[in-house]
Antibody, heavy 119, light 111 residues
Framework: EVQLVESGGGLVQPGGSLRLSCAAS????????MTWVRQASGKGLEWVAN????????NYAGSVKGRFTISRDNAKKSLNLQMNSLGAEDTAMYYC????????????WGQGTLVTVSS | QSVLTQPPSVSAAPGQKVTISCSGS????????VSWYQHLPGTAPKLLIY????RPSGIPADRFSASKSGTSATLGITGLQTGDEADYYC???????????FGGGTKLTVL
């Protein structure tokens, strides 16, 4: 059974940093692109970043470019998101998502981890 | 403002049909595949359609369909049920942005 379990969310002050992780199981992690998607309360889904199979290609939304870094450890079957210079606009539920189909066709989602940026 | 434009809300009676549009541009829908998701509060989004018009296993063909023409895509849901009340999102890749892009979401109400 495919499972994606996010962790690392929590309360952080503006300007602070946080590192999210996603533990993958039930599939060959190293053969899939992976994506982070977030949703602020009362808002729609927002694509954040993705990474290819071996971590050599990474893409970011304009809203997080230069502040967030996506990475992966295929040996540990882990997806990560290092978030720096956090602002209130980054407060959201963050989902780890598996890309199965062309052009961001996601077939499995984690349950999410909540990030709250507040003083 | 979302790169992909969806109507904020649609509604229809039980048993009826509804369509949800997703409008983009030549750098996203015009050249890439579109996926559609159903999102119920408190749950993870569910894939309904991938690669413009394909359904994953378990998504009934007689109820959910989708198409793409030019820079727009459309999701159709027939035989509406109260259980279909949810937010629906389109998503694709934007070649100019080198990023994924979601529509703003459409809230479906089954009256």
């Amino acid at each position: 059974e495919v499972q994606l379990v996010e962790s690392g969310g929590g309360l952080v002050q503006p300007g602070g940093s946080l590192r999210l992780s996603c533990a993958a199981s039930g599939f060959t992690f190293s053969t899939y692109w992976m994506t982070w998607v977030r949703q602020a309360s009362g808002k729609g889904l927002e694509w954040v970043a993705n990474i290819n199979h071996d971590g050599s290609r990474r893409n970011y939304a304009g809203s997080v470019k230069g502040r967030f870094t996506i990475s992966r450890d295929n040996a540990k079957k882990s997806l990560n998101l290092q978030m720096n210079s956090l602002g209130a606009e980054d407060t959201a539920m963050y989902y780890c998502v598996r890309v199965q189909y062309i052009d961001e066709g996601f077939d499995y989602w984690g349950q999410g981890t909540l990030v709250t940026v507040s003083s | 403002q979302s790169v992909l434009t969806q109507p904020p809300s649609v509604s229809a009676a039980p048993g009826q049909k509804v369509t949800i549009s997703c409008s983009g541009s030549s750098s996203n829908i015009g050249r890439n595949h579109v996926s559609w998701y159903q999102h119920l509060p408190g749950t993870a989004p569910k894939l309904l359609i991938y690669e413009n018009n394909k359904r994953p296993s378990g998504i009934p063909a007689d109820r959910f369909s989708a198409s793409k023409s030019g820079t727009s895509a459309t999701l159709g849901i027939t035989g509406l049920q109260t259980g279909d009340e949810a937010d629906y999102y389109c998503v694709t890749w934007d070649t100019s942005l080198s990023a994924g892009v979601f529509g703003g979401g459409t809230k479906l109400t089954v009256l």
